[in-house]
């Protein structure tokens, strides 16, 4: 039988354990970094960057424009000066900002200055939002390699970063949803939904046709 002392030892020991996990978790949570970037339709930039490891977190919304808290109707409506965006959280220590910006630049057709596939308009465009010298440099210089790699004059501005509104709940992981819609493809389920609108809109066949085997998220 263990005596009262040891007792106090164990539990003393198990405390500091803890706390230390805490202190790591805590630590690495504090670690991580976000990156804002648009292009095209979120629901399909949300799914092709929850894949990417290191990427804890993507956020479907809006941001670039002059509108406090705007809805999905005024902003693909037009005149909000907002893009459809997301926010990626991801940790630094497994895949970096400049890593992110390659893979989005292949994953979008970045010489389109009037929007994205079948998705046209203002909120369709693509963009990169930085908030630092730091960040503008390293945009710039992804930016600049994918021009390079394309041969093509790319369109997408990078600008300052400001205020990112959260689209509602319905929006966010729409590509794996399991509620039953009325669609144009008749009655589905949203996952199977979005597949529908995803190669009806012909994304990834154009980034496939712009960017070849360098295409990271066509047919994965």
Known sequence: MLNRDTLKSLALAGMIALGLVAQTHKSHASGLETLTVAGGCFWCVESDFERVNGVTEVVSGFTGGEVSNPT?????????GHYEAVQITYDPSVVDQRRLLDLFFRSVDPTDAEGQFCDRGESYRTAIFVSSAKEENVAKAAKAKAQADLGQNI????????EFYPADAYHQDYYKGTKLIITRFGPKRQAAAYNAYRKACGRDARVKELWGSAAPFVGT
């Open 72 to 80: 999905y109707k005024q902003v693909t409506a037009g005149g909000t």
């Open 155 to 162: 369109v997408t501005p990078i600008l300052r970063t400001s």
